[in-house]
Nanobody, 123 residues
Framework: QVLLVESGGGLVQAGNSLRISCAGS????????MGWFRQAPGKDREFVAT????????YYRDSVKGRFTISRDKAKNTVYLQMNSLKPEDTAVYYC????????????????WGQGTQVTVSS
């Protein structure tokens, strides 16, 4: 069974940091682009960050640039999202996803998805 499992979410105060993780199992994700998306209550799912299979190329949505960092550990089949200077508007369920095709801001390009982890930022 192919799985992506997110962990590390929780409740934090604004200005603090949190690192969430996504561990893959059931297949080798090392050649896939990996992405993080989020969905706040009542809103559509939106792109957050993506990283190429090599780890050498990353893209971010404008509102998280300079605050969030995506990284990956191929040996562990795991991708991370380090989130600093968190804001209440970052509150959402965060999903990781894998694409066999390319780094993309579009969720349609991702074939594998995790179940999500809740991140709540209090003001």
């Amino acid at each position: 069974q192919v799985l992506l499992v997110e962990s590390g979410g929780g409740l934090v105060q604004a200005g603090n940091s949190l690192r969430i993780s996504c561990a893959g199992s059931g297949r080798d994700f090392s050649m896939d682009a990996m992405g993080w998306f989020r969905q706040a209550p009542g809103k559509d799912r939106e792109f957050v960050a993506t990283i190429a299979w090599s780890g050498g190329v990353t893209y971010y949505r404008d509102s998280v640039k300079g605050r969030f960092t995506i990284s990956r550990d191929k040996a562990k089949n795991t991708v991370y999202l380090q989130m600093n200077s968190l804001k209440p508007e970052d509150t959402a369920v965060y999903y990781c996803a894998a694409s066999t095709q390319t780094t993309s801001r579009s969720d349609r390009m991702y074939e594998y998805w995790g179940q999500g982890t809740q991140v709540t930022v209090s003001s």
